[in-house]
């Protein structure tokens, strides 16, 4: 097969960007456990923003990925159902670190997991986790084009802990090569998971990253400056990790080929059963990855586990922040990311 080729698969078409072969019953799995995703969420009353009302105008877009491959499943009003596949990052992106290069920094650390890079941020966690099958929501409030720098460098997250066995960075990455012209901002979604692989003095952890850079050729699109993004996170969904952004894009389709404000749904799931069975903490997390110097900024509203608002101070341990000031009040956390302030 030829590095790029469309397929027709049942009711939906099928974009292979990837240099290899995939088989007919892994695109069939993907597509199926996609439209369940979906099906389960224009059911779902987690979130329920009143932009709900005109489902039909709603873009929804499903990822998942696996050590090969990054699929995006996606139904847009007036569009057919489309998948999307793109080659994974390889070996050597995916990161492979050993126990003494990480063990000290991932859970300590302001910047996301395996970037050890000088960095600036605040994070903040929440120990009320609940129990297998629990979720963490939050309204997040983006930054304006103004209150945030360095586009490909700044990350605003949420996601899970878990000491010596899972660490989780759920959310989205802020780009500037988006839209048809591929020069618009928009808020990426972002996702990654590592895992503790236990081997003696050779333990590691093993990073797998569904992170849309511009290497996913056909990718422009992501959430709107200075919009409200709903945010949903399961450490243990039927065994599956999940997130949910509802909110704006800046195009109808991930493919960005219009400008067009457009209300978009985006699960991610992962494509393995990890079946983690409880947690140490939730965070949530404003970043830049680029040096000591930027700006970056988050709003995180009515935080929430299981539908019940986290208000108790008791829950929310001292922040992590450098040049950065973390403010809680009640349920809501504000993250001020600015080097030339703090």
Not at 63 to 82: F, P, R
Not at 240 to 256: D, M, R, S
Not at 273 to 279: A, E
């Amino acid at each position: 097969m030829p590095a790029w080729a469309a397929e027709e698969a049942n009711d939906v078409e099928i974009n292979n960007y990837s240099n290899l072969t995939i088989s007919e019953n892994t695109i069939n799995l993907i597509c199926q456990n996609a439209k369940e995703a979906i099906k389960e969420e224009r059911t779902n009353k987690i979130n329920t923003p009143s932009s709900r009302s005109v489902d039909n105008e709603r873009t929804y877009t499903y990822y998942t990925n696996d050590e090969n491959y990054i699929y995006v499943y996606e139904e847009a009003n007036g569009l057919k159902s489309t998948m999307t596949i793109y080659d994974a990052p390889k070996d050597s992106e995916i990161e492979i670190f050993m126990v003494e290069q990480l063990l000290n920094n991932l859970q300590n650390s302001i910047m996301p997991m395996g970037l050890f890079d000088p960095g600036i941020g605040g994070k903040q966690t929440i120990t009320k986790t609940g129990s297998a099958g629990s979720y963490f929501t939050t309204k997040v409030t983006l930054p304006t084009t103004s209150q945030v720098s360095d586009p490909n460098y700044a990350y605003i997250y949420g996601s899970f802990s878990k000491s010596n066995d899972y660490e989780a960075d759920f959310g989205m990455l802020y780009s500037n090569t988006n839209g048809p012209d591929k020069q618009q901002y928009a808020w990426r979604i972002y996702a990654n998971l590592v895992r503790y692989i236990p081997n003696g003095n050779n333990s590691y952890w093993q990073k797998l990253s569904m992170e849309l850079t511009d290497k996913a050729a056909s990718y422009r699109n992501g959430y709107k400056p200075g919009t409200d993004v709903n945010m949903s996170i399961w450490y243990n969904n039927n065994k599956k990790t999940k997130l949910v952004l509802e909110g704006t894009t800046i195009c109808p389709t991930h493919e960005g080929t219009e400008l067009k404000d457009t209300q978009n749904t985006s699960i991610y799931e992962s494509s393995a059963l990890w079946n983690i069975p409880s947690i140490d903490y939730f965070k949530v997390c404003a970043t830049i990855t680029s040096g000591k110097t930027g700006k970056n900024y988050a709003i995180f509203d009515n935080i929430k586990v299981d539908n019940v608002p986290v208000t108790s101070a008791s829950y929310y341990p001292n922040p992590s922040k450098e040049k950065a000031n973390v403010t809680r009040t009640s349920n809501t956390v504000i993250i001020n990311v600015n080097s030339s302030i703090y």
